[in-house]
């Protein structure tokens, strides 16, 4: 087969408190992340806002929007500017008191190719999201894009191999997963290390579970209180198909530019034909809470 | 919770071309694995036999045997000398023309506690099962045990999640991978560690994914001709609940005795309660063949 390459752009990013600051900053990345050849970016979960979930405060559905919205148009612009696809995670206001944690995928002329809402919502201590978003409804997606068939996932879908497989049974090349996941400050010395090693041996799972490409974009720095609040580990990362890591960003700010190779699922599936031998007829119990499968 | 400690013992073994030698092998390990505290011991995928797969050769279906048959009962007679649960491979010969890569597992009383079919079924070269085994009809199984709810799972079956996810529905709190996996070993500079990586990495994310101990149990050694077969790659392992490996082995012969706390799963899933988030209203496109979920 011959090569078909395509060049990712992971932002890895660090969020303030003004709105048009975080998007801006977004943008100038965009703007970098095209200047060295990406043709597809991919934004952190809810980059245009600090990680708002560590409380429950009803003031703070204000940073909510319509879809389209100012930020949306915003990332357009400059999608259109550059000629990019864009991944873009959004806080949307649907209606009144239905929100949902989403991004829209911009098209190299600014259109919008494909939307997807976050599907499993976690709700842990400084992770309270239940109490913002309402699960998405519009099942697992994947977006044609003139690059790549993505398949967008948001954070904690990252955790669910149901996810993955239904999005690289829809056809997707690459998942792409904006995310916002730290440490709890006193868990870290204990547990930072596994926590990280699972978020990355999960996602690398699905990669070759799937025989797909998989990014993921996370946020950096620490929010919240001196002491507690929540550290942003990075990491952002890029797998093949086989689970292989391309390229892994640090834990402060970075655009990672990362080429992949799409001919590349065609030679993983082919040698590993998982794919092929799935027992469909034997399956059913996946849509059980618990319980022995029949 | 208090722990509640179990003792794994994993035999990882080479395979001569005598039936009774392997067994007689096998027995030897059991003992071995009991002396040293083991109460729940794992043979690998047909350690009865090399693994014979490798060609398609009518006459090597003569290997296989009823069950109950002489492998299971020369297996129960040991479990019952040590009062140990053993993991048994067997290729069962179920009906004329019928067979299947199977387990049963013993009981610390030489009865016999459940049995398992191999569900997922490869074909690829060397590794040609899809002619000597039908497909397993028993779905997937948990085997309540003295000691603990097992899952036992065979080989290929480790690169699916649904069978995992599955299993684990079904209330095991050990996943139990017999495996006979292996280099070609002119692939073995180029891609021998990334295969191994994968084989590791998918299935302690089926430790994360579910919240469950996995234990993998492969076979050592080369077999066939020289410069071609098969030289399977060893790396038994133990893995935690958040897929932190517990014990691994080296390359050859080895029998690995490794203490779980059960209590660790409650700990595990109430940290990070995937199972609580499922979205088994989203879930049914997973017995599709391929195609975009509704």
Redesign the interface.
């Known amino acids: 087969m011959p090569p078909h390459t395509v060049k990712i752009g992971l932002v890895q990013m660090a969020m303030g408190h003004g709105k048009a600051a975080n998007v801006a900053k977004a943008r100038r990345a965009i703007a970098e992340a095209a200047g060295r050849g990406a043709q597809i970016v991919c934004l952190p979960e809810l980059f245009a806002s600090p990680y708002f979930c560590q409380v429950e405060d009803p003031a703070l559905f204000e940073l909510a929007e319509p879809v389209p919205g100012p930020t949306t148009e915003a990332v357009a612009e400059e999608a259109k500017r550059h000629g990019v696809v864009v991944v873009t995670p959004v806080f949307e206001q649907r209606a009144a008191g239905v929100y949902h944690n989403s991004l829209v995928v911009l098209g190299p002329g600014g259109e919008t190719l494909g939307m997807y809402r976050k ?4 709700d ?1 201590p400084l992770y309270y999201e239940k109490y913002y978003f309402t ?1 998405g409804d519009l ?4 977006v044609p894009t003139p690059h790549a068939a993505l398949g967008p996932l948001i954070c ?1 879908d990252q ?8 999005t690289a ?3 997707a090349q690459i998942l792409c997963y904006p995310t916002a996941i730290g440490w709890h400050p006193k868990e870290k010395a204990e547990f930072g290390a ?1 926590q990280l ?2 978020w990355q ?2 996602q ?3 990669a ?2 799937n025989g797909v490409f998989v990014a993921a974009v996370n946020r950096v720095g620490h929010e919240g209180p001196a002491g507690g609040g929540l550290d942003f580990w990075g990491h952002s990362f890029v797998a093949d198909p ?3 890591v391309l390229a892994e960003a640090g834990e402060g700010e970075e655009t990672l530019v990362v080429s992949v190779d799409l001919a590349q699922q065609e030679t993983v599936r082919r ?5 092929r ?18």
């Open positions: 599907m499993h919502i976690p842990d699960p099942g697992f997606v994947t904690w955790w669910y191999p149901e996810a993955a497989r239904l049974l829809g056809g596994a090693a699972a041996t999960i690398r799972s699905h070759i579970a086989f689970g292989v040698n590993w034909p998982f794919l031998d799935r027992r469909i007829d034997a399956y059913s119990g996946i849509t059980a809470r618990f319980g022995a499968a029949g």
